[in-house]
């Protein structure tokens, strides 16, 4: 037979490679770097603003000072003539350091201070009339062998009756040597400010973070298999140390709760263990001797332990779902008819069974919830009453009471609280019992608890009284009558 042909194999897509953003680049960082790098992006957007305002205000100041200078230099110039005691060479206080000259009309220099241009005026002809505002304004500097702009203020005034200006120019080299001295200082200072706060950073955070680090190396040594082991604690009390403290707890409560699973499961085991033991040992006597074995008693005793089987199953169910931490359902539910529902489901007694149940009190919760834990309580007094067992439901205040007795052996002042515990057996006639699973009571008091509730062992006697606090569903108020 000819080969049957193989199918083409599917080509099969290529991987994306996975995109380079920056923002993915930024989450593959460590938390040091990120945090190092976000306070050195910050502070240098603030130094570099504060530099820009620094260099900007002192550039305004020095240049307002200029022109203050100018100001006044021209205004005491044109005082003087105006008073025709205009003297040659003009007097200027710090002389070289300003510039005055007075021209008139035709653009001819009429004075000058010491070191000014006798020949040209500081200002052209052409805008000398658009100084006559007293504005100062920039002028170059070379038409009059400066090197740097002259900063010029005009005024005007009168020489011996006819229109004259006074022209005051400031050269502005050296404030623009003073800005270069900020401008150089701020460009090798910004930067190595910088790099110092974005070490000093580094190492903060790294501080900071290391007893993170102990604490994910503790982790890390901790194992389910292991000795008890605790996270270490920083020595500062701060939040890392806080931290370290609850996870201390939850470590606490985890070890807790994995002693209480293995105790759990090893006695459930060995719960399950005995009916299975004796249920194997009857059916190997009855198969090695098929003669002399009566077979109705031996499948009757093989029935109950299977039964029992049964119920401990569903125990154990309910005592997995307990723990589950599931909320039961929120329903108005009336506990007399659930204790006379299950009462009724009940086979024939072994004693009498008196159920005294008021109507009307209602609890909020799982209605099957609460019918398991009335369940077991009736279960738990009818095997170890020895005349009668009496069920009470009755409202106090805001609760709601259940109350199941029994005059069997009772329970010991020092066992009413173990009694509660799964599995838990007693030394006295109560512990041995016949049928039960060991979960009863542990059930009934997990279904009280969730349900807000509580139950406890009362005193008095003779036998077991078992009383169950619920709080109790208000009834609604009647709605007053509508006047006709």
Do not use: C, Y
């Not at 020949?119 to 100084?131: M, N």
């Not at 009470?392 to 009772?410: F, I, Q």
């Amino acid at each position: 037979m000819a080969e049957l042909a193989r199918p083409a194999p599917v080509a099969q897509p290529a991987a994306r490679p996975h995109p380079r953003t920056p923002l993915a680049w930024w989450r593959r960082q460590s938390l040091r770097a990120r945090l190092t790098m976000l306070a050195a992006l910050v502070v240098a957007g603030g130094l570099v603003a504060g530099a820009l305002l620094l260099v900007v205000s002192l550039e305004k100041s020095l240049l307002a000072a200029l022109d203050a200078s100018a100001r006044q230099r021209a205004q005491d110039v044109a005082a003087l003539a105006d008073s025709d005691r205009l003297p040659t060479p003009l007097p200027v206080a710090g002389a070289g350091s300003v510039l005055v000259q007075v021209v008139d009309g035709q653009g001819r220099v009429r004075a000058a201070s010491a070191g000014s241009d006798q020949a040209v005026p500081l200002l052209p002809p052409g805008r000398l009339a658009e100084a006559a505002d007293r504005r100062p304004r920039f002028v170059e500097g070379g038409r009059l062998g400066e090197d740097a702009p002259l900063r010029v203020v005009a005024w005007p005034a009168r020489l011996r009756g006819d229109p004259v200006t006074v022209i005051a120019a400031v050269s502005v080299a050296g404030m623009a040597d003073s800005i270069r001295i900020v401008q150089t200082a701020l460009l090798v200072g910004v930067p190595l400010l910088l790099a110092l706060l974005a070490a000093i950073t580094w190492v903060t955070v790294g501080s900071t973070l290391r007893p993170v680090g102990a604490l994910r190396r503790g982790a890390e040594e901790i194992t389910g298999t292991g000795a008890s082991r605790r996270l270490p604690l920083p020595a500062a009390h701060d939040e890392i140390h806080r931290l370290g403290v609850t996870l201390n707890r939850m470590l606490d409560r985890l070890e807790e709760a994995g002693s209480r699973q293995r105790a759990f499961v090893a006695d459930a085991a060995h719960e399950l263990r005995s009916p299975l033991t004796g249920m194997r040992a009857q059916l190997e006597v009855a198969l090695q001797h098929p003669d002399t074995t009566s077979w109705r008693p031996t499948a009757e005793s093989v029935l109950d332990d299977t039964l029992r089987l049964g119920r401990m199953v569903e125990d154990l169910l309910a005592a997995a779902r307990l723990d589950s931490g599931a909320a039961p359902r929120r329903e108005v539910v009336d506990l007399g008819a659930v204790v006379r529902d299950v009462a009724g489901r009940l086979p024939a007694p072994r004693v009498p069974l008196r159920v005294d149940a008021a109507p009307g009190v209602r609890v909020r919760g799982d209605g099957q919830g609460l019918a398991r834990a009335v369940q077991n309580l009736l279960d738990n007094a009818l095997r170890h009453a020895a005349a009668r067992v009496d069920v009470s439901v009755r409202a106090e205040g805001t609760l709601a009471v259940l109350a199941v007795a029994d005059d069997g052996p009772g329970v010991p002042a020092a066992d009413r609280e173990r009694i509660f515990e799964r599995f838990a057996r007693l030394d006295d006639a109560r512990g041995r019992d016949a049928g039960g699973t060991g979960l009863g009571l542990a059930i009934v008091r997990q279904v009280v608890r969730a349900h807000g509730g509580e139950v406890a062992v009362a005193e008095g006697g003779p036998g077991a009284r078992f009383v169950a606090w619920l709080p109790a569903e208000r009834a609604a108020e009647p709605a007053a009558p509508v006047a006709g």
